[in-house]
Nanobody, 122 residues
């Protein structure tokens, strides 16, 4: 059974940094790309970043490019999303997901975590 568990969310002030983690189990982690998505209140889930299996290719949404770094650890079967200079508009529930390819469309992903809340507020 595949499990994906996000952690690291919380309440931060604008300009702060936060690193989200995605711990996986039951997944052939090395064979999967990992994507991060977010869902703002009342909005559809949107792409944030993705990293290919092997980590050679990364994709970022324009809204976070330059502020976010996605990475993976194939020994620990984890992925991370480092977010810097957080803005009010980054407030959302953040999800990690797994798919063979680093897709930008959520419906293509096979497995999902339950999400972790990030709130940016002064």
């Amino acid at each position: 059974q595949v499990q994906m568990v996000e952690s690291g969310g919380g309440l931060v002030q604008p300009g702060a940094s936060l690193t989200l983690s995605c711990q996986t189990s039951g997944l052939s982690f090395r064979s999967y790309a990992i994507g991060w998505f977010r869902q703002k209140s009342g909005k559809e889930r949107e792409f944030v970043a993705a990293i290919s299996w092997g980590g050679r290719r990364s994709e970022y949404a324009d809204s976070v490019k330059g502020r976010v770094i996605i990475s993976r650890d194939d020994v620990k079967n984890t992925a991370s999303l480092q977010m810097n200079n957080l803005e009010f508009e980054d407030t959302a529930v953040y999800y990690c997901a797994a798919d063979p390819y680093p897709e930008r469309e959520a419906f293509l992903y096979d497995y999902w975590g339950q999400g972790t809340q990030v709130t940016v507020s002064s």
